[in-house]
Structures are given as C-alpha cells and as structure tokens.
C-alpha cells in the first residue's frame, strides 16, 4: 500500500526571509509593459554586455579554449580543487595588478572570491557580529550592502552622498554616525564605493585622504569596494584607490574583480585584497582564509588563466572602453539638458549616471518610482527609480548601450516629460 505524504508546506529559514533585493522586487512585481508600438530600450542592467558594443578583450577569451585542451592529461591541471583563497599564481596576478608605486599587496593578502558580490559578502562577515557591529553605507548605494546586512543579521546606518559636490561623502554626516553612538552597537567597518554605483563619480586623492583622515579618528576598518577601479573616464581625473592613498597605512579591505572593467560579469571572478602595513588586519586575514573555505572560491579555469588575463590585455582595450563611456556619458548629458524638471548630475566614471527629478513640475507624476513606470509603459525606456538606491527623487541611467540607442531613448524621455509638464 503506497503511503501517502500528507499535505504541507515547507517553510523558508530566518535569513531566506530576511533577503531582499529590492531591483529584483521592483522588476517582479512591475504590473506594467512597455508601448508595443515601440522597441524596449533597457537603461536599467549594469550588465555592459548586453548590447555587444563592450565585447570581452579578444586574448582573453581565446585563452580559454587552450587552458581547457592543453593542460588536461599534465598535472597540476586547472581541473582540481584550487586553494579555498584560490591558486597562488592567480592571488600573485592579483597582487601585482592591485600594487602601486604607494602600496605593494603581498600575494598571501589576496583572497579570490565568487564575483566581488562575494568579496564584499566576506568583507561584512568578517567584521561584523549579528547585534553587536554597525555597518555604514552609502546613501545612494548599490542596494547589495544593505541586502547583505539584512540577510544576516548585521545592523547598517547609511551616510549621505552630496550630488552637487560630485557625489563626495558628506564628511559631516559619516562623523556624525562616527561619534555618536546612543545605540552601544560598535561600527565593524565604513563600506565606501569609489566609482559609485549609481553615481558614476570618481573621488579626488584628496578627497580620500580627508574621509581617511575622519574614519581614522575612529580606528574603525574601511571597506572599499573598488570594482569600477581605473574606469574613470574623464582626461585629466585618474582613479585612485584607498590603499594608494593612505599607503597601506589605514586599514582597508579592498574588493574588487573583472566583471566591470573586462567586460566579462558572467565569469564570476573577483577579489579581496587587504591593505595593512603593519599587519593590522592579520587576523582578519585568517577569519577570511577559514570562510573562504565554505565555498571553495570561483573556477579553477578563470583563475588559470589569470595571469594572462593582465598581462596580455592591450592598454588600447581599457582605453577604447573608456573614450566611449566618456562620449556616452556626454550624449546623455546633451540628450536631457534643458528638459523642464529634470538635472542631470555629470558623471565621471563607472556605467551609470543619476538624474534629479523635479516631480512637482509634471502633471500625474508622484515620484521617481511613478516617473519610470510610466516612462517603461508610453515611452519602452527601462530606468531605474532612485528608491532603490535610496535617493528619491532620482532616476539611474546605464550609460552601457549604443550612441544611438541612447539617442532615442533622450528623445523619448524629452516627449516623455513635455507631455506631463504643468503649466505652472
Ligand atoms: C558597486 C558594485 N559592487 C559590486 C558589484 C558586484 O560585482 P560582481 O558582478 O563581480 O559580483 C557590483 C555589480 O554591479 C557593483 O555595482
């Protein structure tokens, strides 16, 4: 007699609820579609490959193809289990690509990771206790520090970014969290992102040296997360990272990868670096080496290949990539200048830059999450509401997609916003 399981319904855990990401929420439960009379434009993925104006550099993607047939019957292969923190040719590419004529990464100091959603996942877990850390973020930020801190537990308070200074840290508003602690709860790290994702800003040298100088006061960790590192496109405003500037003197945990400045997000490689001259994060180190362990890092091929990764990429590659992000960037900025309640804040580096939307001056148009749906549903252009990112009011643009593509999509927000504009 076939026994039969009664009826119920298995329950998710405390951190599967916990977790949210609120792009994913936002396109899930989208009750509109785009104009069918028009072609979807999508400015709304940081994914630069979708449109094929960004392709991989060509020497990397033919070396894949010999790692896998060339070394599969001479061991060591890349067909084993790599070391939890990755191989150690790949960790010593990393180091020397991460070094400075300020700072020199010690290859033991490199971990590689899942993508650098990994690495910062890592980051946050190594520095902060469920109920007894704080994690600051930035307000606009990429939404994954906040989902993290949520799915584990692990309290955040966000410090502002300031949109008409370049998108530079409000210096007042992170002391203030800094010093102020009515809640007893310790601050395990400062999580800065520079390039900002969605704020496409770059951070002058002397810029990070005063955000160093106020965290230092402090002695609390900084975590920055660098995976737009040497995107800025603007002639004379170079990237540098914080472990440049302070010359391994600060704490700080680098992350990084190749998703963006390779053109290569679905390979799933990325970093943790630690700045540390003087060991300070030693032990931070080992706690990183024993969670890396959980999941074994990414494949064992991508970190074969590495090595050549950086070496035989063409400096022409990164700097083609470059000039077109700064003439996409310029062909928005031309695109909606002058639009009526609209201002767009320049962007400088990275693939996205952020529009400030004036709603009071458009008829039937709460807020920004208002502006982009129906902008998706008459217009077919997919960008995405500020609210995501926590700055209402804003709407985010991926500057990724083809000059003409980005044309028209301008075009149409213009008639977008004529139509809904108030007499007043
Ligand atoms: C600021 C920022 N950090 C980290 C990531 C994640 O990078 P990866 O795709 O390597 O996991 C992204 C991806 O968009 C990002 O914008």
Redesign the pocket.
């Known amino acids: 007699m076939p026994h039969k399981t009664p009826s119920f319904l298995v329950k998710r855990s405390l951190a599967a609820s916990r977790t949210f990401n609120p792009i994913r929420n936002l396109v899930d439960h989208m009750k509109v579609k785009p104009n069918p009379n028009l072609p979807l434009i999508p400015l709304s993925i ?1 994914d630069p490959t979708i449109f094929g104006n960004f392709p991989p550099p060509e020497n990397v993607t033919s070396l894949l193809g010999g790692k896998l047939t060339n070394n599969n019957l001479h061991p060591p292969t890349v067909h084993g289990y790599p070391h939890s923190a990755g191989s150690w040719d790949a960790r010593q590419a990393v180091a020397k690509y991460l070094t400075t004529s300020s700072y020199s990464f010690k290859p033991d100091d490199v971990m590689l990771t899942c ?4 690495a ?1 996942d890592l980051a946050i877990s190594v520095l902060a206790n469920p109920g007894e850390h704080t994690i600051l973020i930035p307000r606009p930020g ?1 939404s ?1 520090y906040r989902a993290l801190c949520d799915s584990k537990g692990i309290n955040f308070e966000y410090y502002d970014l300031l949109p008409h200074k370049k998108w530079q840290i409000d210096l007042e508003s992170l002391e203030s969290i800094l010093r102020v602690r009515k809640d007893g709860k310790k601050i395990g790290a400062v999580l800065i ?1 520079n390039p ?2 969605p704020c496409g800003s770059n951070f002058s040298p002397s810029h990070i040296r005063e955000v160093i100088d106020v965290v230092s006061k402090y002695n609390v960790p900084i975590i920055a ?1 660098e ?2 590192a040497d995107m800025a496109f603007n002639e004379n405003d170079k990237f540098h990272s914080f472990s440049d500037v302070s010359q391994g003197d600060y704490p700080v945990v680098h ?1 990084g ?1 190749l ?2 400045r390779y053109m290569i ?1 679905g390979w ?1 490689l ?1 970093w943790v670096g630690l700045a540390h001259q003087s060991g300070h994060l030693n032990e931070v180190k080992q706690g990183i080496l024993d969670l890396s362990q959980l999941t074994l890092g990414p494949s064992s091929i991508i970190q074969g290949i590495l090595p050549q990764v950086f070496e035989e990429t063409p400096a022409t590659y990164h700097f083609n990539n470059l000039v077109q992000l700064r003439e996409n960037a310029e062909t928005i900025r031309r695109g909606l200048e002058g639009i009526e309640g609209l201002e767009v804040i320049p962007a400088e580096a990275a693939m996205y830059l952020l529009v400030k939307i004036n709603p009071q001056k458009f008829k039937h148009v709460k807020n920004d999450v208002d502006f982009a749906m129906q902008l998706f549903e008459k217009e077919s252009v997919f960008v995405l509401p500020g609210e995501v990112f926590q700055i209402p009011n804003f709407f985010r643009i991926v500057i990724t997609p083809p000059k003409d593509k980005l044309e028209e999509a301008c075009n149409r927000i213009q008639r977008f916003c004529s139509k809904h504009l108030t007499n007043i």
């Open positions: 940081g993508g650098c959603s990994q910062i990429f994954l992102n900002s994702n997360d995976i737009y992350v990868g998703a963006k997000p799933r990325g």
